[in-house]
Nanobody, 126 residues
């Protein structure tokens, strides 16, 4: 059974930090580039960050570049997202997903993602 289980979400004040994790099982984690996607209330899905198979090349959307860092541990089948300098507009449900589209394209759409987790809520509010 394929499982992607996110954790680490919560509530934080603006300017604060959170690290969310995604533990994967049921498939060969190292065979896939991975990604984080978020959905804010009333808004469409937004691709946030992607990471290649080995953790060497990362990509970020313009809204989070310089504040978020994606990483992975292929020994632990786990994907991470370190989020710093959080803003209220970062409030969303964050999903991890396998990237089945072309990693080397500039950005991604929903069809580029394969397996999805159930999501973890991140709320940034004073």
């Amino acid at each position: 059974e394929v499982r992607l289980v996110e954790s680490g979400g919560g509530s934080v004040q603006p300017g604060g930090s959170l690290r969310i994790s995604c533990v994967c099982s049921g498939f060969t984690f190292a065979d896939y580039p991975m990604a984080w996607i978020r959905q804010a209330p009333g808004k469409i899905l937004e691709w946030v960050s992607a990471l290649d198979w080995y953790g060497d090349e990362s990509k970020y959307s313009g809204s989070v570049k310089g504040r978020f860092t994606i990483s992975r541990d292929n020994r632990k089948n786990t994907l991470y997202l370190q989020m710093n300098s959080l803003k209220p507009e970062d409030t969303a449900v964050y999903y991890c997903a396998t990237l089945v589209g072309n990693f080397f394209q500039a950005s991604y759409v929903k069809d580029d993602f394969g397996y999805w987790g159930q999501g973890t809520q991140v709320t940034v509010s004073s």
